[in-house]
């Protein structure tokens, strides 16, 4: 099978992109990626000259192109997103381009050609649950300009499923950590800061929660969707894993010995979501799927990872440690 993967030089892709092709036979991959801030070539270079890998630097909204690269793929498997909350609020433009229009640019070409998408969304189109878990029928309701962005992705999707009987399947995750994520993120960030000695920002009272989930469990359930998952069906990906940000915080702290005192708590971003969460029993029971690391063995492997690849981070401007980005 041969897959066109977009953003696949972020985070969650390139962990992806890793996991399909040391792990499973018979794959061959296309990576398209338009090399912006939190794209890295280092996250692949076990596989840079690879014949089972090509990479294209490229944009999705770039029809001709988009439209050339899916001719020669089985799938598309979308993971190209602009991604952080903070930067949404400060500048909402690259969100709407990236998440929307690119979303359109991709469903129009798999239309015509009659080829499978899957789509990578996000618990966040939910908006923030004073109670209760979210199913995959659950209303929309997005707070923040990313939010909105990823769910006017999924409404132009459904659309596209209905009237126009597209082979289209979407995952929707919790909070991913791991090696390889960008430190603009709450739990790459904390390692870096306590690395330093440095002060470590917590927005408002610290009491937000977030299901955490290990990004190779979000990709081996991408595979299970890709494999066995039902066409114009969506499934949720959760761990069951809620958990504050002051506590998480801490747990690092405590796992890297150093003391909690270098907690500030700072200014809170607007329109904080106080509490995602979603029940993710039908990929469980449909596909089989379950996820394996606990919170505490996966953040000991992200600190690790973090701490042995520093040059992988060393150089990034340091900007993206700001205690309040939301505001730059």
């Not at 597209?166 to 909070?175: K, M, P, Q």
Request: proline letters at 3%.
């Amino acid at each position: 099978m041969k897959l066109l993967v977009t953003g696949g030089l972020g985070f969650i892709g390139s962990n992806f992109i890793l996991n399909v092709l040391k792990n499973n036979s018979g794959f061959k991959i296309v990576n398209i990626d338009a090399e912006l801030y939190g794209s890295n070539h280092d996250n692949l270079v076990d596989f840079r000259n690879s014949q089972d890998y090509e990479f294209v630097k490229g944009n999705i909204n770039d029809y001709d192109l988009m439209n050339k690269l899916i001719s020669r793929c089985d799938t598309v498997v979308n993971f190209a997103a602009e991604s952080h909350v903070d930067r949404s609020i400060s500048n909402a433009r690259p969100f709407m381009d990236s998440n929307i229009m690119g979303m359109f640019t991709i469903l129009e070409i798999i239309k015509n050609q009659k080829k499978k998408l899957i789509h990578i969304s996000t618990d966040e189109v939910f908006g923030s649950l004073e109670s209760g878990s979210a199913d995959e029928k659950f209303r929309l309701n997005p707070s923040s300009p990313y939010a909105a962005s990823k769910a006017a992705a999924e409404l132009l999707v459904n659309s596209y499923i209905v009237t126009y009987d597209c082979d289209i399947l979407v995952t929707r995750c919790t909070n991913n950590y791991g090696p390889r994520q960008f430190p603009e993120k709450l739990i790459p960030k904390t390692i870096l800061l306590a690395n330093e000695n440095k002060k470590i920002p917590i927005y408002g009272t610290g009491k937000n929660i977030r299901d955490w989930i290990f990004v190779d469990e979000h990709c081996d359930a991408i595979i299970k969707v890709l494999l066995n998952g039902k066409s114009g069906e969506s499934y949720n990906i959760s761990a069951s894993n809620e958990v504050d940000n002051v506590t998480i915080v801490k747990k690092i702290l405590t796992l890297m010995n150093k003391s909690t005192d270098s907690i500030e708590f700072v200014e809170d971003r607007p329109g904080h979501d106080f509490r995602y969460s979603m029940n993710s029993s039908k990929i469980r029971k449909n596909l089989n799927w379950t996820q394996k690391i606990n919170f505490e063995k996966g953040l000991e492997k992200t600190i690790n990872w973090y701490l042995t690849n520093k040059n992988w981070w060393k150089n990034l401007d340091k900007k993206i440690l700001d205690q309040t980005p939301w505001k730059i």
